[in-house]
T-cell receptor
């Protein structure tokens, strides 16, 4: 099993450009998540999905959109990138909801710089 | 929702046991304790979770006090590759499917040769 994979690993954007981050998992997990991690701060949840075709907002959803058209994929989009979105982005998946007896499994991250 | 308190940093000698404490004095009766770690520049890695009983897996042991107000993650024979930030999480917001883990800053463990 590859687990959770993310593409791309690195990206540099100019302000105003758009891009899509792809997350894929091969564990047949229902739940998927997008987090961002900034220096000196804990992981913050951007958006999440509780199953194919569903999405929901997390703590910091502004400036991002997501889609879960297939169970194994979860896409994070930036329509008009801003320097404040410079961060490391992590995707994760789990078979049960957070707070229940299930760990979350993370991808390797995407390092995004917005100039 | 329960909050956690962890020391910001710890040191451990290679080959010795690393005992990482976590206080969660406001934990509710049905809240699990989760431990994750994050090695530099990598994604977080799930380690273990528990509710009331002590738990052990191939990575670590989790000791939860009887009153559940604190727990300890034990790495029995720490190696240099165990150098990482360790997160103890009990705080969950929301209900039903809309639950979210709340991450703190964790403990930075340095395993020294």
């Amino acid at each position: 099993n590859a687990g959770v994979t993310q593409t791309p690993k690195f990206r540099v954007l100019k302000t105003g450009q758009s891009m899509t981050l792809l997350c894929a998992q091969d564990m047949n997990h229902e739940y998927m998540y997008w987090y961002r991690q900034d220096p000196g701060m804990g992981l913050r949840l951007i958006h999440y999905s509780v199953g194919e075709g569903t999405t929901a907002k997390g703590e910091v959803p502004d400036g991002y959109n997501v889609s879960r058209l297939k169970k194994q994929n979860f896409l994070l989009g930036l329509e008009s990138a801003a320097p404040s979105q410079t961060s490391v982005y992590f995707c994760a998946s789990s078979y049960a909801a957070p707070g229940l007896a299930s760990g979350q499994y993370f991808g390797p991250g995407t390092r995004l710089t917005v100039l | 929702d329960a909050k956690t308190t962890q020391p910001p940093s710890m040191d451990c000698a290679e080959g010795r046991a690393a005992n990482l404490p976590c206080n969660h004095s406001t934990i509710s009766g049905n809240e699990y304790v989760y431990w994750y770690r994050q090695i530099h520049s990598q994604g977080p890695q799930y380690i273990i979770h528990g509710l009331k009983n002590n738990e052990t897996n191939e990575m670590a042991s989790l000791i939860i006090t009887e009153d559940r107000k604190s727990s300890t993650l034990i790495l029995p024979h720490a190696t240099l590759r165990d150098t990482a930030v360790y997160y103890c999480i009990v705080r969950v917001e929301g209900d039903g499917n809309n639950r979210k883990l709340i991450w703190g800053l964790g403990t930075s463990l340095a395993v020294n040769p």
